[in-house]
């Protein structure tokens, strides 16, 4: 507890009290403390004027009949996003969220409510599809006797054209949508809400209307929104979650399942028990409300989430209590796009400015609070974190002043949710920034895009670090190669990424120390040694036999041309779909080519650039594939020897390429992947192959493009392929020597 709780207004998202309550409005709870199981006490609710949250508000103020059940949106499902609608689905490899795996790539839960309301084709045509993880319609009413309300906007809204595009396109995108179901008692009166709790016969009745809702929809799951529920109902309320999460199970319809929650759930005494709801068969997180710190009662202007304040319960205080009672990963905390606006004293100075009428408070969206700091002058206050604006009335000769989120103040709130590990956040409300991209950039940056750099101390520790950052203990194979050369390591590049090994590099005579570590975390099944004694020596493999339980064996031709062919004859069968041939001569052409053949599950074979080797072509006569592609140009590979390939295939002989190593990296990349396609790319410096070549397997291993960049700038057609691909997540191989500080920034800078 903190000092300054009980002698300030309460956020409007906290302020109901027991107290306040009229004893002939029915149900109404005696107030007093909570006491929780390990026996901290929640002290009573402050008794402040009860005032409803800006859900209730907002619900409120929009007609129940502005919302047709014919509502459609013209156009196909593009008219919605204006990007692609291919299937994104969570996989293996996505982030854990509160109900599963994360789409998209985000990091972090990013449920936005969806209002009534907000159903035009505009807003509807604003929706981020790619930048959200679980659509919340909001909302369907529920009635005392546990019926949905079928009528009005609500209903008609759910059962709209325009909300059945939304499911389509939604799930398109591997994104959840679910229904909000609301019962609201903001006035005192809990005569609704305590029939419908007390009643196993009303409460069953809605468990069974939800999973017909969400069946019916195909719908995800569901949203509770009871506000406020007081403490008398604290466990019949916990056990209806329990009851309803059972039923969905029970009903065999998908059962993501959130609850709204008061900011201050976890700091006074309410019906919200936060571990009860959160505990195994209950909700898979709750959604807190952190918004509504000034409302229209406080006694003095301030911002509707300020982060931190010496006067009011604030946003960083709600999520240190919330910490403190349940874990981070059942938190998902919900900002508000909304904005307050009050009468204040003459003149208002942030913070300190009081409002003159508690009826002085109105709210608007954040796009009508950006029109107003830009005609008035965006302030900034620094303890609350939050921008504001000032003018003066002069029709009612009165200060008013406004206070809005936005990138600057969101950032910081998205910091409180990385920073503590919380599951994710929440939006209130979608719509409210139509027309409008800065908001979503920052939920890009903060839970989506990231780029992170794998290098170690030289090469060999690139390598190792590489492997330490993906692959886990007890690999089934490692391969070693010379890190003084590149033909052997990229030769081993399919072999390892479909064997699902990693590449470490070695010295000649000895195994480098970071080599050494990292094999001893590994401890690989078996360990296989790609090159002659002549690139590896016959000490090293009698001291790899120390770090597996199993064999060490080498694969080797009498030089790279049949170690190439050597690796291919040992790992792939005859009849591949397709072969990569690249030259053995330089570099950078058989690194794009090793990380496209191990993504496509396809050996890379090493040509001159005017003849076949008798190893290369003795090879493709034994796998006799599919098709041949070339990756480089003539200078690389002569028109010659695309001629003579010609021979190995009853397919096409194709050459990727382009002007430069870049370029030539990127036409790779456009043909392996399609636009907004994968997860991650990775990025290698073109002018030294060291730090790549394990990079290379990776890329490969988990289907994500290779592309090369100079030191110190990004190549044009490279940024226009990073753009295209979309990446949320770019790995950048090597250290500030191979790739600079300055690449990386041009990187992210391509995104905004």
Known sequence: MTARRPAVAIALALAFSASAFSPALGANPEPGSVTLPDGRVLPPLPAELLEPSVHATMLAEHPTSDAPSDATISGDSGAIATFSTETQVADGGSAPGPGGPLPNGLRKEVLGFLPYWMLDAESLGSLRYDLTSTIAYFSIGAA?????????????????????????????????VVPTITLMSWSGNYTALTSLLNSATYR?????????????????????????????????????????????????????????????????????????????????AVMVMAYDFSWSGSARAGGVAPLDSPYIFDARQAMTDHLAMIPGSKITQTNALNALTCRATSPPTCPDSKITAPSASVAMYYTGALAHAAQYGRRWDAVGGVPWYRWYDSSNTVWREGYYDDPQSLDLKYDLVTDNGVAGI???????????????????????????????????????????????????????????????????????????????????????????????????????????????????????????????????????????????????ASGVSVAYVATGATFPDALSAGAAAATRGAPVLLVKRDSVPAATAAELSRLHPGRIVIVGGTAAVGSAVATRLDSYTTGSVGRLAGADRYATAVAVSASTFAA??????????????????????????????????????????????????????????????????TVRDQIRALWY
């Not at 109902?233 to 329990?242: E, G, K, M, P, V």
């Not at 690989?524 to 120390?546: C, E, F, K, R, T």
């Open 144 to 176: 005392s006797n546990g019926s949905l309300v079928r009528s009005g906007a609500g209903w008609n809204g759910w059962n709209s054209a325009a909300l059945g595009q939304v499911v389509t396109v939604a799930h398109q995108h591997g994104v959840r």
């Open 204 to 284: 069953s009745r809605l468990i069974g209307e939800i999973a017909g809702l969400i069946s019916a929809r195909q719908a995800d799951g569901v949203n509770i929104d009871f506000e406020p529920v007081p403490t008398s109902l604290r466990a019949a309320f916990t056990s209806f979650i329990r009851d309803l999460k059972a039923g969905l199970v029970g009903a065999g319809v998908r059962n993501y399942l959130t609850v709204d929650t008061m900011a201050g759930a976890a700091s006074w005494a309410t019906g919200y028990d936060l571990a009860g709801l959160t505990a195994s068969g209950a909700a898979n």
């Open 426 to 572: 929440g939006i209130w409300a979608l719509g409210m920034d139509t027309g409008r991209e800065e908001l979503w950039h920052v939920i890009d940056d903060h839970f989506r895009r990231a780029d992170a750099r794998l290098a170690g101390a030289d090469r060999y520790g690139t390598a190792a670090t590489v492997s330490a950052t993906f692959e886990p203990a007890g690999v089934p194979i490692a391969f070693v190669a010379t890190g003084a050369d590149f033909p052997d390591a990229l030769a081993a590049s399919p072999a390892a990424a479909k064997l699902r090994g990693p590449i470490l590099l070695t010295q000649r005579s000895s195994l480098p120390q970071a080599t050494v570590d990292e094999l001893t975390r590994l401890q690989p099944h078996a360990i296989v040694v790609i090159g002659s004694a002549g690139a590896v020596d016959d000490a090293v493999l009698a001291q790899l036999a120390s770090y597996t339980t199993g064999t060490v064996t080498r694969v080797a031709g009498a030089d790279r041309y049949a170690t190439a062919a050597a690796v291919s004859r040992t790992y792939f």
């Open 676 to 741: 907004d396609g994968p997860d991650e790319v990775f990025v290698a410096t073109g002018a030294a192959f060291p730090d790549a070549v394990a990079g290379a397997a990776m890329a490969g291993a988990r289907h994500a493009p290779l592309l090369l960049v100079a030191p110190t700038f990004l190549p044009g057609p490279v940024a226009t392929e990073l753009q295209r691909l979309s990446a949320p997540t770019t790995w950048l191989l090597g250290s500030t020597g191979a790739i600079s500080d």
